[in-house]
């Protein structure tokens, strides 16, 4: 399985905009890249997933690089509930592996006032 | 609808025991899922199930069982319960191959 890497934690300040890194050089063409984060005590909550273009949601932003190898979640203005851990993952389209996602260590987003 | 349910919601067994970890979804999703989360790091996939009556190992699918005899439930069973299985379990479901997972609570289960 195609692996990703990201930073182990970030800091923002309130209100700012976060753009937390992913970097998948490994990624194969049907590979849709999907973003979860993980609040304190709860389970993981779907974010944004995209698979060549730059997507948006009420949520959040993925800018995807034109190789694929590496994207980009953009929170326009963090708060502190959006502190948590950030996990990207890819997710193949095929039926058999698209069940699965494959989560890493994630990024410890810290928000402060 | 209520999602994706998990109960029990916590669990203490002893070394040998038995348990299943139930799971259902109201969302008639095709694809569920079993993850363990230990402290500090990702989720790990346990077993997968593309549909009732198809399931498939995970990346750690030892000292488990699951069955999917419903699209509605797929429920985790512990065969005789380690130390090393201590954990937060999440079942997850989905609608389609590459659509976003929908997550329940977790069942924090402890084996002593």
């Known amino acids: 399985d195609a692996k990703t890497t990201q930073p182990n934690s970030m800091e923002s300040n309130e209100e700012e905009p976060v753009h937390l890194p992913c970097n998948h050089s490994?990624?194969?063409?049907?590979?849709?890249i999907h973003w979860y984060r993980q609040l304190p005590s709860q389970g993981p909550e779907y974010v944004i997933h995209?698979?060549?273009s730059n997507v948006n949601n009420r949520m959040a932003s993925l800018a995807i690089a034109e190789d694929r190898k590496s994207s980009t979640l953009i929170l326009h203005r963090a708060t502190l509930r959006d502190a948590a851990v950030y996990y990207c993952?890819?997710?193949?389209?095929?039926?058999?592996?698209?069940?699965?996602?494959?989560f890493g260590t994630g990024t410890r987003l810290q928000v402060t006032l | 609808n209520a999602g994706v349910t998990q109960t029990p919601k916590f669990q203490v067994l002893k070394t040998g025991q038995s348990m299943t970890l139930q799971c259902a979804q109201d969302?008639?999703?095709?694809?569920m899922s079993w993850y363990r989360q230990d402290p500090g790091m990702g989720l790990r996939l346990i077993h997968y199930?593309?549909?009732?009556?198809?399931?498939d190992q995970g990346e750690v699918p030892n000292g488990y069982n699951v069955s999917r005899s419903t699209t509605e439930d797929f429920p985790l069973r512990l065969l005789s319960a380690a130390p090393s299985q201590t954990s937060v379990y999440f079942c997850?479901?989905?609608?389609?191959?590459?659509?976003?997972?929908?997550f329940g609570p977790g069942t924090r289960l402890t084996v002593l």
């Open positions: 997850a479901s989905s609608s389609s191959v590459v659509n976003e997972q929908f």
């Open positions: 490994t990624i194969s063409g049907t590979d849709y």
């Open positions: 995209g698979l060549t």
């Open positions: 993952i890819l997710r193949g389209a095929n039926t058999g592996t698209a069940s699965k996602l494959t």
């Open positions: 969302m008639n999703h095709e694809y």
């Open positions: 199930s593309v549909g009732a009556g198809i399931t």
